[in-house]
Structures are given as C-alpha cells and as structure tokens.
C-alpha cells in the first residue's frame, strides 16, 4: 500500500480520501450528513500553526520564514478563506438540510449526504499573503525561499463552491487584504505587541 500511495500525487491521494471517506459515511452511519470541506481558514482566534499566523509572529520577531515555491520556481497559491465566510456555510448547509429519517432501526428510507467545499475561490500566491502582513504590520519580512517539500503538499488549492451556491447561495465576501487587517487588529491587541498598528 506505501508504494501505490507513493506513485500517486498528493492531489490524487487527497481525492481518494474524501472518496473513502464520503463512501464511509454512506454505508456505516446511517443519521443525517452535511460534511464541509474547509478551505484555508483564517482570521482572529485561529491556529498558531497556519502560515498566516505565525508568519506574523515571526516577522515580528524578526525571525526569518519559509516561502515555499513550486517546482520550476513556481507559485505556491491557497484558497484563503476568512472565519466569517465559513462560519456563514456552515450555518447554510445545516439550514438547508432535510429532516431527519430516523434512528434506531426505524428508518423511513436512506439518509442525506451532502458535501459541500467552502472556499473564497480565488486562490492568492503565498508570497502576496506576505506582502500584505509586511504592509499591515509595517515590518518587512526575512523571506526564506525553499522548494516546496514532497510530504503530501500541493502547489495551490482552489475550492470549488457550486454545489454550495446552488444548495444555499453560499458567497464568500472577504478579500484576503480585508480578513488580514483584522487578523493583524486582533493579534496585535490579543498579544499586547506594539510595535506596529494595523490601519
């Protein structure tokens, strides 16, 4: 199984995942299912261990950070997608979902499965998430470029939102320039670091 999953992309590795796991769901559990794939989530309280955010604790610190470039020097992109855009799909595809078909052995026919992506559609290169938090926080960043590693990475990510759109009219609203500036406003005040204000 390690050789077959090492001859497969990262990609193709990610699809047979959420094949395997959607088919799961299907025949094991038998309630019912929204299941939201999120796409690079960011903003305030969010996880010390994204890009977003400990690049600014790092640029602030003045530590150096690893900008990951594909290969041939290509673009690393991501999907950004601010918290409020993803909270508001979350609430979309469980307001839309149908009623229950029963639990306890007495079901009255199959349960839904629905599976929505929520993403902001608009992959953004990594370096321009930098460049921005070097704006905002007034400090210019020690960029470390390095290959991208070949732990299971991919290059970018883009979600596609359709079925979301079509299900519950789901629309991402926050630009990436927008989410960081309230990312920066809340970190800043969260951490007491004066050293720089975001505007």
């Keep these: 199984m390690g050789l077959i999953l090492k001859c497969l992309s990262p990609r193709k590795i990610e699809l047979i995942n959420l094949l395997v796991y959607t088919l799961l769901l299907r025949k094991l559990v038998r309630k019912l299912h929204t299941l939201t794939i999120i796409f690079t989530v960011y903003g305030p309280w969010g996880r010390p261990d994204m890009a977003y955010f400990f690049f600014t604790k790092d640029i602030l610190k003045g530590k150096s950070i690893p900008i990951?470039?594909?290969?041939?020097?290509?673009?690393?992109?991501?999907?950004?997608?601010?918290?409020?855009?993803?909270?508001?799909?979350?609430?979309?595809?469980?307001?839309?979902?149908?009623?229950?078909t029963g639990s306890g052995g007495k079901k009255k026919g199959p349960a839904q499965l629905r599976?929505?992506?929520?993403?902001?559609?608009?992959?953004?290169?990594?370096?321009?998430?930098?460049?921005i938090l070097e704006r905002l926080l007034k400090v210019k960043a020690?960029?470390?470029?390095?290959k991208l590693p070949r732990n299971g990475d991919v290059p970018y990510t883009h979600a596609n939102i359709?079925?979301?759109?079509?299900?519950?009219?789901?629309?991402?609203?926050?630009?990436?320039?927008t989410g960081l500036k309230k990312f920066v406003r809340w970190y800043l005040s969260y951490y007491g670091d004066k050293?720089?204000?975001?505007?």
């Excluded at 299900?167 to 609203?173: C, L, S």
């Excluded at 050293?195 to 505007?199: F, G, N, Y």
């Design 142 to 146: 020690k960029r470390n470029v390095m």
């Design 68 to 100: 990951f470039e594909a290969a041939n020097h290509g673009t690393v992109a991501r999907d950004f997608t601010y918290i409020d855009d993803i909270v508001k799909g979350c609430l979309g595809s469980l307001d839309t979902a149908e009623k229950s």
């Design 162 to 177: 359709s079925y979301a759109q079509k299900e519950f009219g789901y629309k991402p609203t926050t630009d990436l320039q």
């Design 115 to 131: 599976v929505f992506n929520l993403g902001n559609t608009s992959p953004v290169p990594v370096t321009d998430l930098v460049g």
């Design 195 to 199: 050293k720089a204000v975001a505007r």
